[in-house]
């Protein structure tokens, strides 16, 4: 071996050596303990990644779904969550996914409540949750002893059913620190009104309505893509979209006949409770431009009557049919009578309409009406029958199961939820048939008789002209909106008179024989 190789090799075992002392000096782990541990950190730093050894087949199911979903836009799918689906990251924290101490600090504590320090009072400790299934009054007053918990149950019941609670409504507890004992309790009946119990002794419970701050904005714009896209591009959220699809669906086929170039302008109510963005009011006017022809809506209450949207004319603009059962989906079979069925693979009549849409997509019914079927019908699947007024039918079938708790007897609502698509009986793919039947004979939708709602009595004409006339400043931007309150234009609810109940005879009272045992 020369000189200059043994130089080498002294050299390189002096750097070694040099750089162990360092790393030894700055108590760095060994090497291959670093390597793994940066390993650990890559693998879990993207939980949503398939194992190693996932199934072929499973991947390439899941490829095949993706791929069939349609639009979101055209679908009626939020973007924004579509965005999140795709990006397999989880948008909740997994229910699970607490370290010891989280637990261990407060474990009478349920897992959907969590503690309000900054929003307590001196002397008091909050809690605010959600009602989760199998959660009870009871549980949701961990703190507090058995016979507490009781007193303020016994004291609920006198103004508020238990049976009524629902999941997922909010709820408040608020404690005395000093004693443990529950001072208030609050849970949200619905978005108008809300249960209350507080005291620490003798509890009294009330059902009080929701405070919020309501302020009137206006929307305009023009669709380039679809409803849901104008919508966002305007800085509002989807609800918007589907507020004014459901406003207009009697007027405009948003399936067939929406397309660029349409354009809207919108009067809303915002709600805010404590500065905080609670959603959409009631749209107090709209105008709607589709394919040149605009139509109105302006919210108008007669007397005691429900408020109802007409037109300028004083027409009613809700008609006695929807012009689709669902909303932002397409055709893929109109009413046709020599069809090339596409399971059976021999023609035949096609007496209805088929939408396509992803499975789950809520259904609605047309119009107001009777469910006559519910169930099984072969070829057609989980279907079910509504029958209107003058010997109309409606039918909806292929579906993946149906709204709860509904039942064959039951009225529905224009609008109502009564199932969602799906692709039973004989069907290729997730859609909804739908078919109408007049007199026990199909007849095609798109040609259906179609009356309009009750309009404005002549009597109240004269008022009505007033309300349109402020409503329609206001959409112009001709008024100002800074004064407008809920009942300022058009009440948002009619107190009903309260008939004083007729004063109940007076009960005689029957002597009764006492018996004398002898």
Same mark, same amino acid.
């Given at each position: 071996m020369s000189v200059n190789k043994k130089l080498c090799l002294v050299g390189v075992a002096l750097m070694l050596l040099l750089a162990g002392?360092?790393?030894?000096?700055?108590?760095?782990?060994?090497?291959?303990?670093?390597? =793994?541990?940066?390993? +650990?950190?890559?693998?879990?730093?993207?939980?949503?990644?398939?194992? $190693?050894?996932? @199934? /072929?087949?499973?991947?390439?199911?899941?490829?095949?779904?993706?791929?069939?979903?349609?639009?979101?836009?055209?679908?009626?799918? =939020?973007?924004?969550? +579509?965005?999140?689906?795709?990006?397999?990251?989880?948008?909740?924290? $997994?229910?699970? @996914? /607490?370290s010891a101490e989280e637990s261990d600090a407060n474990p009478k504590k349920l897992d959907n409540a969590s503690s309000d320090e900054e929003g307590a009072a001196?002397? +008091?400790?909050?809690?605010?949750?959600t009602v989760e299934k199998g959660d009870t009054v009871v549980k949701m007053l961990a703190g507090a002893d058995s016979q507490a918990a009781q007193e303020y149950i016994n004291a609920a019941k006198r103004v508020f059913s238990m049976r009524a609670f629902r999941d997922g409504q909010p709820y408040v507890v608020i404690t005395d620190t000093a004693t443990g004992k529950v001072k208030r309790f609050e849970y949200e009946i619905d978005n108008r009104r809300r249960l209350v119990v507080e005291g620490m002794e003798q509890p009294v419970a009330r059902v009080e309505a929701i405070e919020y701050t309501t302020l009137l904005s206006t929307v305009n714009t023009v669709i380039d893509?679809?409803?849901?896209?104008?919508?966002?591009?305007?800085?509002?959220?989807?609800?918007?979209?589907?507020?004014?699809?459901?406003?207009?669906?009697?007027?405009?086929?948003f399936i067939r006949d929406l397309q660029e170039g349409d354009s809207f302008a919108v009067l809303v109510e915002k709600r805010y409770r404590e500065g905080e963005y609670k959603g959409y009011g009631r749209i107090i006017a709209a105008h709607f431009t589709n394919k040149g022809k605009t139509f109105e809506a302006y919210l108008f209450r007669e007397g005691s009557k429900s408020a109802s949207y007409f037109n300028s004319k004083g027409e009613n603009i809700r008609k006695s049919l929807l012009q689709a059962p669902l909303a932002f989906t397409r055709v893929t079979s109109r009413f046709t009578h020599?069809?090339?069925?596409?399971?059976?693979?021999?023609?035949?009549?096609?007496?209805?309409?088929?939408?396509?849409?992803?499975?789950?997509?809520?259904?609605?019914?047309?119009?107001?009406?009777?469910?006559?079927?519910?169930?099984?019908?072969?070829?057609?699947?989980?279907?079910?029958?509504?029958?209107?007024?003058?010997?109309?039918?409606?039918?909806?079938?292929?579906?993946?199961?149906?709204?709860?708790?509904?039942?064959?007897?039951?009225k529905v609502r224009q609008g109502e939820v009564i199932g969602f698509v799906g692709m039973t009986g004989l069907a290729t793919g997730p859609h909804l048939d739908f078919r109408l039947r007049q007199g026990g004979r199909f007849i095609n939708p798109g040609k259906a008789i179609n009356p309009r709602g009750e309009p404005v009595s002549k009597s109240a004409m004269g008022a009505f002209e007033k309300v349109m006339a402020q409503e329609l400043a206001l959409l112009k931007g001709e008024q100002s909106a800074a004064e407008y309150t809920v009942d300022s234009i058009v009440p948002d609810q009619v107190e009903q008179p309260q008939q004083e109940k007729p004063a109940e005879p007076e009960k005689k009272t029957e002597k009764r024989k006492k018996k004398h045992k002898n």
């Open positions: 002392v360092f790393a030894w000096h700055k108590g760095l782990p060994p090497f291959d303990e670093r390597h =793994n541990a940066a390993e +650990e950190q890559a693998a879990s730093a993207d939980p949503a990644q398939p194992e $190693a050894g996932q @199934d /072929k087949a499973e991947k390439s199911e899941s490829g095949k779904a993706e791929s069939g979903k349609i639009e979101s836009g055209k679908a009626g799918q =939020n973007p924004q969550q +579509e965005s999140e689906k795709v990006s397999g990251q989880p948008v909740e924290r $997994a229910e699970g @996914d /607490k001196p002397g +008091e400790a909050v809690v605010r949750g893509d679809n409803l849901f896209q104008a919508v966002a591009d305007a800085g509002e959220r989807p609800q918007l979209a589907l507020r004014l699809a459901e406003l207009f669906g009697s007027e405009i086929n020599n069809r090339l069925h596409p399971v059976l693979g021999y023609s035949r009549p096609h007496e209805g309409v088929d939408y396509a849409a992803p499975t789950g997509t809520p259904v609605k019914a047309v119009g107001e009406g009777v469910v006559t079927a519910k169930g099984w019908s072969g070829g057609y699947g989980n279907q079910v029958i509504v029958r209107h007024g003058g010997g109309l039918e409606s039918m909806y079938s292929h579906l993946s199961g149906y709204a709860r708790g509904l039942k064959n007897g039951q």
